[in-house]
């Protein structure tokens, strides 16, 4: 069974930092891709940051150079390491993976996090 979980979410303020953990549990399947989305109250769904498996990374234009996104394949983990946090970062941050088993191709999200910047 697949499950994502994520952790490390949490109130800061404006210009720190905070760093995202998500770890997939992949049973039988391959790791395409590992990347973290988030939400707002009354936004859209939108790619903050995601890893393929072969090391392309992406980036959402609003958190380039502030985002890291890193991936350790042993242990199925992705981080998101965000530094100099602003108010708009403030979101449910959801952990999303592409996972492949054959030809099938599937998409499997995390519960979610929340990350609130405030002062």
């Known amino acids: 069974q697949v499950q994502l979980m994520e952790s490390g979410g949490g109130l800061v303020q404006p210009g720190e930092s905070l760093t995202l953990s998500c770890t997939v549990s992949?049973?039988?399947?391959?790791?395409?891709?590992i990347g973290w989305y988030r939400q707002a109250p009354g936004n859209e769904r939108e790619l903050v940051a995601s890893a393929t498996a072969d090391g392309t990374k992406t980036y959402a234009a609003s958190v380039k150079g502030r985002f890291t996104i890193s991936r350790n394949g042993a242990s199925n983990t992705a981080t998101l390491q965000m530094r100099n946090l602003e108010f708009e970062d403030t979101a449910m941050y959801y952990c999303?993976?592409?996972?492949?088993?054959?030809?099938?191709?599937?998409?499997?999200w995390g519960q979610g996090t929340q990350v609130t910047v405030s002062s």
């Open positions: 992949r049973g039988k399947f391959s790791i395409n891709t």
């Open positions: 999303n993976s592409e996972l492949r088993w054959g030809k099938k191709v599937s998409a499997y």
